[in-house]
């Protein structure tokens, strides 16, 4: 079973930075490169928001538009980790960001396509 655990949330003024990780277990090397790990965010009354996605292997990335040219997503294979560095923080980027995996490279970003989900860790950027 896929377990992924966050770290790296915070609280930051607009226009700073912070960089959030995603380190997956319980998949072996082979498996993780041929998974999707991908980052959504979540804030009350609002449907789950996809923010970026990357292959395990590192090869394959999205960015949602929201985040396009501040957000960058990258994985570490050798540690199956996986990384969101987030620059220019926006008071509208608050929210609890959470880690997400599903077998197979390619495809589908929705959410609901995504069987394994971490607890998710706080941002919060003020004005």
């Known amino acids: 079973q896929v377990q992924l655990v966050e770290s790296g949330g915070g609280l930051v003024q607009a226009g700073g930075s912070l960089r959030l990780s995603c380190a997956a277990s319980?998949?072996?090397?082979?498996?993780?490169?041929?998974?999707?790990l991908g980052w959504f965010r979540q804030t009350p009354g609002k449907e789950r928001e996809f923010v970026a996605a990357?292959?395990?292997?590192?090869?394959?990335?999205y960015a949602g538009d929201s985040v396009k040219g501040r957000f960058t997503i990258s994985s570490d294979n050798a540690k199956k980790t996986v990384y969101l560095q987030m620059n220019s923080l926006k008071p509208e980027d608050t929210a609890v960001y959470l880690c997400?995996?599903?077998?197979?490279?390619?495809?589908?970003?929705?959410?609901?396509?995504?069987?394994?989900w971490g607890q998710g860790t706080q941002v919060t950027v003020s004005s």
């Open positions: 990357i292959s395990g292997s590192g090869g394959i990335s």
């Open positions: 997400a995996a599903r077998r197979g490279v390619g495809g589908s970003l929705f959410s609901r396509d995504f069987g394994s």
């Open positions: 319980g998949l072996s090397f082979v498996s993780y490169i041929s998974y999707t």
